[in-house]
């Protein structure tokens, strides 16, 4: 999508005059816009500057400023320093990392198999790997919960094969979190590569398959490149909100696999702590927005200037 | 015959992959017919937990706040939406990159840090003006908000995917801008129209944190509820609600495979 | 084209606030509680409906950080009457969510034991009514701890569990009091180095295999039932409740006081600062406080009630242990410690790097 490039329809171009087609332009669009930046940009700028301010003794946000959260964050506090929250942070970092990467490992041949089925069928298995998305999330976590919970068939194979001790269950620990990450995202991932496999130029393929001699290195060389931008995007939909997840590692994790979203969420339930939740979601915004300039940059570099758009 | 072995292994991971998307969700549909107690053994057959749920107020206002929030953000996101569709269309020759990332922002927004942010704006505004404290309103406040991106990009593809000289023709055909929404506009956007509408109700229905950090006591969705149920200690009537809702989506796939089906045997 | 196209829009969009605005607006005849779960008698919610001709509207909570969360979140002006511990009735005070008490409209004021008409966390009573009181304790199973010692060790001690499934309380002060009690330093322990060593020790058993979360009180006698956990925290009177609602699947589980020391704590009924029918919330505490609806709550949620007159008309379960627990038992309970200033937050952040690693 390419919003900027000249209009193809010389048609609708010229039929207005400039004056009314900007009022135009601010009338149609001025109350979503209006919405948007009054319940979601002014919330987040409040947020940010709650970040910036003191705790009080009661969880509120006071002035004066203070870079207090941010050291809070960083572990120093009233007991000098402890890397409580640096944990934390860290795991948030790995789990995305693990899940994203198992998913992408997953969603490949996935995509790949549903690209290659009866044009028929193609739109039935799509459909087949969504559906469960379409269910709220808190359900499919507590459908993970029945499942790995003791004495089910799951625990007993992982006690048989010493994974896990005897009377123990799959969950709440890191292993279920990252299971209910990589079944949650599953879908962001194979709907982007499938995009992509359904592009594939098939005669660049053979063509490789002539050319090098192994089909890892004709793989490499002619599908993989190909795909490229459906992997990006599907990178993006999959890690960013991977790492500010909260109902996942709240329902399988137990309290031992707490991620960043938990913290945030802990200093406004609970916790009370209103800067330092400020600062944690501070610290996931500006992931979430590198995150996606970063990719875009790759994304350009790779693709050959055409944008990854989500 | 390499090539065979290579694709019957995909086969055989595909089927794999099927049983690990459905295994969570049929393991729910099963116990919820359980007799007992237990997610560890199945004791019988028995609807006790469906007949349970008929006489949990509870858990009947919380489907109706679903229901209420749905219908009433989602109609909201509608009006909203399309008309940022249009003006993005109608106006896609000018630089509107602000616009885009505007639109957005909604979307790759962490919905933690989504729901934090209006839950303290809200509450900030309701100490200090009286105004917006958590309630249905300002759930519908926020569900509104990660509606309209959808509902923009729905209608604006829809327009981007006609002649324009369609446009020329409605022109000349109608005189007055509101006959030419009347009998043109609406009649041609009425499919995305209701996709949009839809969607937002889908989003609506599934989301669970952004209503979570806005909510006023009242105003538990199914979601909030099960939630609930389930750090109180789960009763297995959550499995027979969770079922029902597994159940309508299920029924939703298939309308929507049908829909699509004769849309293209209509093109 | 643009004008008309907008103000239907506009004018939609503002019909439809308004209306969700003026639904908000509080009825009168409606009284908002928030409580903990499974802590009511809906016969006594019905009776009360009835005598005043009102509805009343119940909200949860599991623990009380949960709930002064939601408090501070504009629940301070939506809920009528709270049912806050006495460890938090100090910290609802000095923030100023809660409202002084008009003692002329709870002339049942009188039927309230002695021991709990002065009490040290609300100084003269004037914020807060005893509600019921009850004991944390651990509860296990019988079949898989046949010799469970009476201490704490069944849940800190590795050799004393090595292989069983446990749980630890969500809300942190009794787990770090837990901790406290069984290092030696006493359930209600307040010295920075005891917390500090008593946070090592949780944070140690957190990492144990066995460890499989923590869970509230309510939602760990589910667990223990379905056999996820083999033992936790919970409490004496909703231990009870479940046992005498389910005792085929309470056969095996057991409810003790461990002998390093525990909570007593007491439940209390405050009115939020900005209630928005404080009226309404006095007639409900003192409805609560009359002689017979005080024995008919406590017969159906099976706590010890604080309420002299209601002591005839109690069940006998409810004058034996573990609700009325022996007097050597009593001896070791203490109430937790209520936290303020400098010390909520250090032990605040305590709590946070113990959940966080």
Request: with cysteine; aromatic share 12%; charged share 15%.
């Amino acid at each position: 999508m390419n919003h900027t490039s000249e209009s193809p329809y010389p048609l609708a171009r010229h039929s207005h005059s400039m004056s009314p087609d900007t009022r135009h332009l601010l009338w149609s669009v001025a109350p979503g816009v209006a919405w948007i930046v009054i319940f979601l940009v002014l919330p987040s700028l409040y947020l940010i500057g709650v970040a910036f301010m003191t705790n009080g003794p009661y969880g509120q946000p006071q002035m004066p400023l203070s870079l207090d959260a941010f050291r809070q964050l960083a572990g120093f506090g009233f007991l000098g320093w402890s890397p409580g929250n640096l944990y934390t942070l860290l795991r948030s970092l790995w789990q995305t990392l693990v899940a994203t990467g198992l998913v992408i490992l997953v969603a490949y041949p996935l995509a790949y198999y549903i690209s290659t089925c009866r044009d028929k069928l193609r739109p039935i298995m799509l459909l087949a790997v969504v559906v469960p998305s379409w269910t709220n999330q808190v359900i499919r976590a507590f459908g993970w919960m029945n499942l790995l919970s003791p004495g089910t068939p799951l625990a007993d194979a992982a006690q048989a094969l010493g994974l896990i001790g005897p009377n123990m269950g799959l969950y709440p620990s890191n292993f279920a979190v990252t299971l209910g990450l990589i079944y949650n995202f599953l879908p962001f991932m194979v709907l982007p590569l499938y995009a992509a496999f359904e592009k594939l130029d098939m005669a660049l393929v053979e063509a490789a398959r002539d050319l090098y001699a192994s089909p890892v290195r004709a793989f490499w060389h002619a599908v993989f490149p190909q795909t490229l931008s459906g992997l990006l995007a599907g990178t993006v939909l999959v890690s960013i909100p991977a790492f500010g997840m909260y109902v996942i590692p709240e329902l399988l994790g137990g309290g031992k696999a707490m991620m960043l979203g938990n913290l945030v969420a802990n200093q406004f339930s609970g916790g009370s702590n209103w800067p330092l939740g400020a600062a944690g979601a501070l610290i996931m915004l500006v992931a979430t927005f590198g995150g996606l300039y970063a990719m875009r940059k790759v994304g350009k570099r790779l693709g050959g200037g055409e944008e990854v758009v989500i | 015959m390499k090539r065979g072995a290579f694709q019957r292994g995909l086969s055989l991971f595909w089927w794999l992959m099927l049983a690990f998307l459905y295994l969570p969700l049929a393991v729910i549909v099963f116990y919820s017919f359980n007799s007992a107690n237990s997610a560890a053994y199945f004791a019988g057959f028995s609807l006790r937990w469906y007949e349970r749920l008929l006489n949990n107020d509870q858990l009947l206002d919380a489907l109706s706040n679903s229901l209420t929030l749905g219908i009433a953000s989602s109609i909201i996101a509608l009006i909203v939406g399309t008309l940022i569709g249009y003006g993005m269309y109608r106006h896609r020759s000018r630089k509107l990159g602000w616009l885009i990332v505007l639109i957005y922002l909604p979307i790759v927004m962490p919905d933690i840090v989504f729901g934090i942010s209006d839950m303290a704006f809200f509450i900030t505004l309701d100490r200090e003006f009286g105004i917006l404290g958590p309630s249905l309103m300002t759930m519908i406040i926020a569900h509104v908000t990660f509606q309209i991106p959808f509902v923009a990009l729905i209608v604006y593809s829809r327009f981007v995917g006609l002649d324009p000289t369609l446009f020329e023709a409605a022109k000349d055909l109608y005189a007055s801008p509101f006959q030419r929404a009347r009998h043109f506009l609406l009649p041609t956007l009425k499919p995305s129209l209701i996709a949009a509408f839809f969607l937002s109700f889908t989003l609506s229905i599934d989301d669970f944190v952004i209503s979570f950090f806005t909510a006023g006591p009242e105003n538990a969705t199914l979601p909030i509820y099960i939630w609930g149920a389930i750090r109180r200690g789960v009763s297995p009537e959550i499995n027979a609600i969770a079922t029902l809702m597994i159940g309508a989506v299920v029924i939703a796939a298939v309308f929507s495979l049908l829909f699509n089906r004769r849309g293209h045997a209509g093109s | 084209m643009p004008r008309r196209t907008i103000t239907t829009p506009v004018a939609l969009l503002l019909g439809t606030l308004a209306l969700s605005g003026s639904a908000l607006a509080q009825d009168d005849n409606k009284l908002y509680l928030f409580n903990w779960t499974e802590y009511m008698d809906p016969d006594i919610i019905q009776a009360f409906e009835d005598k005043y001709d009102v509805e009343v509207v119940q909200s949860y909570y599991n623990s009380l950080p949960e709930m002064t969360a939601k408090l501070n979140a504009g629940g301070d002006s939506q809920y009528d009457v709270i049912f806050p511990s006495n460890y938090y009735v100090p910290r609802l005070i000095h923030s100023g969510l809660v409202q002084k008490l008009d003692k002329s409209e709870i002339p049942n004021l009188g039927n309230v034991m002695e021991q709990f008409a002065d009490p040290a966390y609300d100084p003269g009573a004037e914020y807060s009514v005893p509600y019921q009181w009850g004991i944390s304790g651990i509860v296990y199973d019988t079949d898989t701890f046949p010799d469970a010692p009476k201490s704490w060790s069944l849940l800190f001690d590795p050799d004393v569990n090595p292989d069983q499934p446990f749980a630890l309380m969500g809300d942190g002060q009794v787990t770090m009091g837990g901790a406290c009690a069984y290092l030696g330093k006493g359930y209600d322990c307040t010295n920075p180095d005891d917390w500090k060593a008593a946070a090592k020790l949780v944070l140690d058993t957190k990492h144990r295999d066995t460890f499989s979360g923590f869970t509230d009180g309510t939602p760990v006698l589910q667990q223990i039932q379905r056999g996820v956990v083999r033992a936790g925290v919970s409490y004496n009177g909703d231990y009870l409740q479940q046992k005498e609602q389910n005792p085929e699947a309470f056969k095996h589980i057991a409810f003790m006081i461990p002998e390093e020391g525990t909570e007593m704590w007491v439940d209390t009924m405050m009115i939020p600062a900005k209630a928005p029918h404080p009226k309404l919330a006095h007639e409900f505490i003192n409805f609560i406080l009359d002689a017979k609806i005080g024995a008919q709550l406590s017969n159906y949620i099976y706590y010890a009630s604080p309420n002299k007159a209601a002591q005839p008309d109690l069940d006998t379960v409810l004058t034996e242990p573990p609700v009325l627990p022996s007097d050597e038992d009593q001896g070791h309970l203490k109430f937790t410690p209520s936290l303020e200033g400098q010390n909520l937050q250090l032990f605040q952040q305590l709590w946070t790097e113990v959940q966080s690693r």
